[in-house]
């Protein structure tokens, strides 16, 4: 295919409107841990309740995602995958807004929870979509789109919550999600769909990935593929202030901007990976190196001497950078499952893993009193790189699959 035609097909409208709303999706996900710690003191949590206070509230947000995860994918199987886009930004849009207007934490639980089941159907559509519009030799390309761009909206998250008060940040991120929903209107559906729709088949039964054992295998697997991802996203970043006093800094480190230049690498990361999977056509290899990477540079983070700020900062990027294969994550999840089950796959196997990060913080503060902070993380981290490598080994290899296909 020329470079022409593979960027007429990458500028068609789907591409860019998934690739945008992911971005206010991600935005929003990790706007959160951004505003963690001067959130919740507005609302008059004390110092040493801020960590498990913040613990309550993302695994309540990342509830919100593991339930919408299962609801938008049966939905966009059976109703079609614009169904979800329009949903799910409406919902997450209005939650964020909501957001802004909160005065307790019991408030604030309960919106980041309904914010959650919004933000959960955002990235399994477009992954959806992008993969069915586009021809086979190029759609790495398109979800290396829609994810970099994506991780554009975590980094302006910090940025906006610099220049402005929290709750102005909230607002600004339910304004862009409204204003993408007149985009959506521009949106056509994928033909892979089309097609199907007519067929006499089961379409977004989620029974169907539990009552076979091939297809409950594959699912299972492309999960624990994902899970070292958010225990660098969940832990390692998330309480990065608490990690930074734990390996000797004096200096205080900013959340907010462990999140911007671990997203700032991931950016590059992803552009990379998705480039190396196109050149050497597989999906396996380049996310087994990448694994390899992440768990080299979690070691980095936990045990290495830092003596300033700015070279924690540094293991951050780095960090970020090896995150990148999420990009080759959520392809492969969208290719292995055909049409009629493929939206559930890919919106609720992102979504599960997101929610894994409230076995692993919880895991981490139970461990915490015992082990100690860096101790405990590097367990559950050597868990997870162990588990993930071990499920990419009986995968199977995604990047020529024809997606033409049902279950």
């Known amino acids: 295919m020329s470079q022409k035609s593979t960027l007429q097909h990458l500028v068609q409208i789907p591409v860019i409107v998934a690739a945008l709303g992911y971005l206010v999706d991600m935005y929003d996900l990790f706007l959160f841990s951004v505003v963690r710690v001067n959130s919740l003191k507005s609302l008059g949590v004390s110092a040493d309740q801020l960590l498990p206070e913040g613990v309550f509230l993302l695994n309540t947000q990342l509830a919100g995602l593991l339930i919408g995860g299962v609801f938008w994918g049966i939905l966009g199987d059976k109703k079609g995958r614009l169904s979800i886009l329009f949903g799910s930004i409406l ?235 999420w990009t080759i994550f959520i392809t492969i999840a969208a290719e292995l499952f055909g049409t009629n089950l493929r939206a559930t796959v890919a919106t609720s196997v992102p979504n599960v893993v997101r929610g894994t990060a409230i076995i692993l913080t919880s895991a981490f503060v139970a461990l915490k009193p015992s082990l100690g902070i860096i101790n405990s993380a590097v367990l559950i981290g050597t868990v997870t790189v162990i588990i993930a490598l071990a499920s990419l080994y009986f995968l199977e290899e995604t990047f020529t699959k024809d997606l033409n296909y049902e279950e």
């Open 91 to 325: 919902m997450y849009s209005l939650a964020n807004i909501a957001n802004g207007f909160v005065e307790t934490v019991e408030q604030y639980a309960f919106l980041r929870f309904i914010a959650g089941i919004g933000l959960a159907g955002e990235l399994g559509a477009g992954i959806t979509l992008v993969s069915e519009v586009l021809p086979k030799e190029i759609r790495g390309y398109g979800t290396t789109v829609v994810a970099t761009m994506g991780l554009v909206g975590a980094i302006m998250a910090n940025f906006v919550a610099d220049w402005f008060d929290w709750r102005v940040s909230y607002f600004v991120g339910g304004g862009m999600g409204l204003v993408l929903l007149i985009l959506r209107l521009n949106v056509f559906e994928s033909g892979l769909f089309e097609k199907v729709k007519s067929r006499k088949v089961q379409k977004g039964n989620i029974l169907m990935l539990f009552n076979n054992r091939r297809r409950f295998t594959k699912y299972l697997l492309s999960i624990l593929i994902g899970i070292p991802l958010w225990f660098v996203t969940g832990v390692l970043m998330t309480f990065s202030p608490e990690f930074g006093k734990a390996v000797g800094l004096t200096e205080p480190i900013l959340a907010g901007k462990c999140v911007m230049f671990a997203f700032s690498g991931q950016i590059v990361g992803d552009i990379v990976s998705g480039l190396v999977s196109q050149y050497l056509k597989s999906r396996k290899k380049v996310m087994g190196l990448f694994i390899l990477l992440s768990f080299v540079f979690m070691l980095a983070y936990l045990l290495f001497p830092v003596k300033s700020a700015d070279s924690f900062y540094v293991i951050c990027v780095l960090l970020g950078f090896c995150n990148g294969y």
